[in-house]
């Protein structure tokens, strides 16, 4: 396909939890992403819901192992070099080794109040620019390691202006100051101290838009869209879908240490049913991709466990419904 050619942009992501739909589905998260491309901002809103359901597929090829996918995209479309579709298709990262394994034992999230959550972010944090760093470098992009803010109280961005519980917003990450924010009330409402993968993952996806820009995958995004606007639904679940599949291959670098290893039919779980939106959500709002997408991608980044899983833009349809 002709595209113009790639030069990049700006971008603002975050999480919030969506609103309860019926009795069978329990409230987890819900995503949105504000893009500014050439001074034109524009929404896009996500839901990311707990399904109760299960899914059981092939088992991963190595250890540790989640029941799940195993496959490494390979683009079957040939654009034109050099234009956003191209870069989308054939980016650098997709090339890259697994993460250095790391060292990062889960800190305990005590009550789940401000002082614990700090703790955990700051410790989750160190961890995920120690395991991504080296990446960045291979791919000369010696950039300062993102910011984290995690707040209790009104709080004033680069993206915007945040209360606590305000709205549904869980976390974000913004790409005006490479800064991610969390929101300490509203993720002990969502999930209680208890659910400690699910504050890892959500983590690691937000973790992975950061690699989507430092990258250049999500500006090559808005430049693809600028020529194809009827892909943007489609698009944006790509993209949602790519970052959680970032989110699994580090969570692969942290399985032995967290632990993981323990814990894998719960992560299994957890990735498979906890995020991603309702069968019955309409289809013009379906931005992050179903429950079961979710957990494909998150399962196939940790099964696989190099970035080469994670060519999202590369795959049918169906796979990112």
């Given amino acids: 396909m002709q595209g113009q050619p790639y030069g990049g942009q700006g971008h603002f992501n975050g999480f919030q939890p969506p609103p309860r739909r019926d009795s069978s589905f329990r409230l987890v998260l819900l995503g949105f992403s504000l893009l500014v491309v050439i001074g034109i901002a524009a929404a896009i809103m996500a839901v990311v819901l707990w399904t109760g359901g299960s899914t059981s597929t092939a088992s991963g090829p190595v250890e540790p192992k989640v ?9 079957t479309t040939n654009p034109e070099k050099g234009t956003a579709e191209d870069f989308l298709l054939n980016a650098d990262v997709y090339r890259t080794g697994p993460l250095t394994e790391q060292n990062c034992k889960s800190a305990d999230l005590g009550n789940g109040g401000l ?3 700090k703790v955990y972010y700051q410790r989750l944090f160190k961890c995920l620019n120690d395991a991504w760093r080296p990446v960045f470098h291979e791919l000369g992009q010696d950039k300062p390691d ?5 707040f209790d109280k009104p709080v004033q961005t680069a993206c915007g202006n945040f209360e606590p519980l305000s709205g549904r917003v869980l976390a974000f990450y913004c790409y005006g100051n490479q800064v991610m924010y969390v929101d300490v009330k509203q993720m002990d409402k969502a999930f209680g ?6 504050y890892l993952m959500t983590i690691a996806h937000e973790y992975g838009h950061h690699v989507q820009g430092v ?3 999500f500006y090559a995004r808005a430049a693809y869209l600028q020529d194809h606007p009827d892909q943007k639904l489609e698009s944006s679940r790509r993209n949602e879908l790519q970052a959680s599949c970032f989110g699994g291959v580090f969570s692969r670098a942290v399985a032995k240490s967290y632990p993981l290893t323990d814990r894998l039919d719960e992560f299994k779980e957890q990735s498979s049913n906890s995020f991603g939106e309702s069968p019955d959500t309409p289809e013009d709002e379906r931005t992050h991709g179903l429950a079961t997408s979710q957990g494909f991608w998150i399962q196939n980044g940790f ?3 190099a970035n080469k899983a994670c060519d999202t833009f590369a795959v049918s349809a169906d796979l990112v419904k």
Avoid: F
Avoid at 67 to 75: D, E, F, K, L, M
Avoid at 146 to 150: A, I, N, Y
Avoid at 193 to 198: H, N
């Fill in 146 to 150: 993102p910011g984290l803010v995690v």
């Fill in 303 to 305: 099964n696989i466990g």
């Fill in 67 to 75: 029941s799940g996918p195993s496959i490494v995209p390979t683009p």
């Fill in 215 to 217: 990258t250049g995958l």
């Fill in 193 to 198: 101290p208890k659910e400690d993968l699910a």
């Fill in 115 to 117: 002082a614990a959550q």
